[in-house]
């Protein structure tokens, strides 16, 4: 025998094999596509409520995913205090500035000794400087932006509080050119002169590509080598092309304002001085006021920000603030992708990035899932394009009747459902050993081996054979059952109302899947009923919608075409199942015109029982499933029972099913019994 070697490792996650069975999908979509006949929303609704699938297979739904960044947003706005951002950098200048000052003091003490083993030149020459650094402390203007101004030109005497103020004139730099550039203050963390002439030059160059742009120009290739020339300040990450480089920027830009929109009138008034031109030279600045013109310019929309309420008590300062609100943006910009992708059930536009971000790799994989529902469907052949729209295949539809048979088989004990024999013999389709002498009439099941030897026999060998009818042999057939069953559905608005509808078209698919499997050679025929009635093909019957059929509910009509149906198999057992949840309240006049009478008056209950009667005479039983139960319903079925000698049963959607079959095949036991 051959010898077979595995390797085995440690579970570590990603060993798990994702895969959609699309029969699952099928079966979630069922109900949706039951209750409103369309399978685009069906797939729409689908994609935005998720499924488990019983392999464990788990799709999560758009609407969880969108809960999921509500949560986020709504922590985000409940644990900080964003306004304390200004007081954080008042206080920080407050304390470098406090820190200068006390070096600044002990130097003049320092000065001022009589230390022999200081040079009086050098003593001279601190005490100076200490004098001078004094002065422009006590006259430090009040208004922080302007004091952060005076402090560029300051020599500080205190090492750590000349740190202190770098970083937090870095800050402040970093923060400004966040409004445009994503992450600029996380990548370059020391804001170096040099740095600044990197981010002038890019700038500049920035702006002569927009402008070509708006002239009309293509700078697809331009941004490219952009891209490549800036690595260095833009990052790896950088978008691919310009628009989403021009995207990327509009929600820097909406993110700054939305800030200062969440700030008081006066921190931020405070805040906007702080960030003022003055941080950088003349050529910067000029190169950061001409691009923010251009953007707007470009911007299909008003860069207006949101207004964030923070209601918490946790204090920022300016980099986590502005951490914050560029969170706060990507949630709502994936919100809104979500949603775009809730209505056109594409996921396309959804960036996987930013999902995969903020929902992590499992909501991904979903997105993902979701994004080939359709193809994964069509390549298993359970959906196709017809006549312009989208339909399931016999095979999903033979799928949902399976299901809906097995549901309903579930409830019901184990019984026999083989052939069965019928009160008339009907024509023969059964092929027997047996066989006998051709006689005028019978069918014609020719044995041609006996036939052939009859013909040798009595006029000797040699070709061609003469036959003569006298030599026909043919097999005998058995006489096998044949039944005929027309399913009245009510497909009237009350149906759907009451929560009914679902339960019968799946009672009819149900239905149809028994008899198609277990009696091949009886007939169903459907038939709805609303303010008309018509036959329904079994194909069609996953798309019947309550607005096809109009207003009413016309037993009348319906039955009159359950008639006309089984008349054409007179040798056969006939029945009629009606599901319905009301009393009849649409007939047909004289005229073929439809009458509505609600509350049921006396002509549509005299049309309707003339119906009755009419089925009666020709042997046609018709059993009722009441989904309804008030009085006056009870007074018609009743009424309906006695005239036909049919039965009523009162029932609920979730037992329709094992009602329908069990009268179905209990029926069958019945004929069985008396043929």
Not at 372 to 377: A, G
Not at 610 to 628: A, H, P
Request: glycine fraction near 8%; hydrophobic fraction near 35%.
């Amino acid at each position: 025998m051959p010898r077979y070697r595995a390797r085995y490792s440690r579970w570590d996650g990603s060993q798990n094999h994702r895969e959609i069975d699309p029969e699952e999908v099928v079966d979630a979509l069922s109900d949706d596509l039951l209750q409103h006949g369309d399978l685009q929303r069906a797939l729409r609704n689908l994609s935005h409520h998720g499924f488990n699938g019983k392999s464990g297979y788990e799709m999560r739904g758009l609407q969880d995913m969108r809960a999921g960044l509500q949560r986020q947003r709504r922590d985000l706005l409940s644990q900080h205090h964003i306004d304390s951002l200004y007081d954080d950098l008042k206080r920080r200048l407050r304390d470098l500035v406090k820190r200068e000052r006390s070096t600044v003091e002990q130097r003049l003490k320092d000065a001022n000794a009589d230390n022999p083993d200081v040079p009086q030149e050098l003593r001279d020459a601190l005490r100076k400087m200490a004098e001078r650094n004094k002065q422009r402390l006590d006259t430090l203007p009040p208004d922080p932006a302007a004091a952060i101004q005076t402090l560029r030109d300051h020599e500080f005497l205190d090492p750590q509080a000349g740190a202190e103020y770098q970083e937090l004139l870095q800050m402040l730099q970093g923060s400004l050119l966040d409004a445009f550039y994503r992450d600029m203050q996380e990548r370059l963390q020391n804001l170096t002169p040099a740095h600044l002439d990197r981010v002038r030059e890019m700038t500049r160059d920035l702006n002569g590509m927009l402008e070509r742009r708006m002239d009309g120009e293509n700078v697809d290739g331009d941004y490219q080598q952009f891209r490549e020339q800036y690595q260095d300040v833009l990052g790896p990450n950088a978008p691919d092309n310009l628009d989403a480089f021009l995207q990327q920027m509009y929600g820097q830009m909406q993110a700054a304002q939305s800030l200062l929109n969440s700030l008081s009138e006066e921190q931020r008034e405070g805040l906007l001085d702080m960030l003022g031109e003055q941080l950088f030279d003349a050529g910067l600045q000029a190169e950061l006021r001409q691009l923010a013109g251009t953007l707007r310019a470009m911007s299909p929309f008003a860069l207006t920000g949101r207004d964030y309420r923070f209601y918490g008590d946790e204090q920022v300062n300016l980099s986590q603030a502005l951490d914050i609100l560029q969170q706060l943006q990507d949630i709502e910009a994936l919100d809104h992708q979500l949603e775009q992708a809730r209505f056109s059930g594409q996921t396309g536009d959804v960036d996987p990035e930013l999902a995969e971000r903020l929902l992590g790799e499992t909501a991904l994989d979903s997105l993902n899932d979701i994004g080939r529902l359709r193809q994964t469907l069509e390549e298993a052949g359970l959906v196709e394009h017809r006549d312009g729209e989208l339909k399931l295949t016999g095979r999903a539809a033979r799928a949902i009747g399976q299901r809906a048979l097995a549901d309903i088989f579930a409830d019901l004990k184990t019984r026999s459902s083989g052939s069965h024999t019928v009160q008339k013999r009907g024509p023969g389709v059964e092929q027997s050993p047996d066989t006998k002498d051709y006689e005028f009439g019978d069918p014609f099941h020719l044995d041609l081996r006996q036939t052939v030897m009859n013909a040798v026999g009595r006029s000797g060998a040699g070709t061609p054979v003469a036959m003569q009818p006298n030599d026909f042999v043919v097999h005998q057939t058995e006489q096998l059952a044949s039944a005929v069953t027309v399913l009245l559905l009510d497909v009237s608005r009350s149906m759907p109302m009451r929560g009914n509808f679902v339960a019968a078209k799946k009672v009819a698919l149900a239905l149809s899947t028994l008899i198609r499997t277990q009696f091949p050679r009886d007939t169903l025929y459907l038939v709805g009923f609303s303010g008309i009635a018509r036959p329904i093909d079994q194909d069609e019957l996953p798309y019947v919608n309550v607005g096809d059929f109009g207003r009413g509910t016309n037993m009348q009509g319906a039955l009159r075409i359950a008639r006309k149906l089984l008349a054409r198999h007179g040798n056969a057992d006939r029945q009629v199942l009606m599901v319905t949840d009301g009393e009849p309240s649409a007939f047909y006049d004289s005229l073929g015109r439809v009458v509505v009478e609600y509350p049921p008056g006396p002509t549509v209950l005299f049309e309707t029982m003339r119906e009755v009667r009419q089925c009666t005479k020709q042997g046609i039983t018709i059993n009722t499933f009441m989904l309804e139960g008030s009085g006056r319903l009870k007074g018609f079925v009743t009424e309906l029972a006695r005239a036909n000698r049919g039965r009523v049963l009162f029932t609920s959607p979730d037992r329709l099913g094992r009602y329908v079959l069990k009268d179905f095949l209990g029926g069958r036991n019945r004929t069985a019994r008396r043929g």
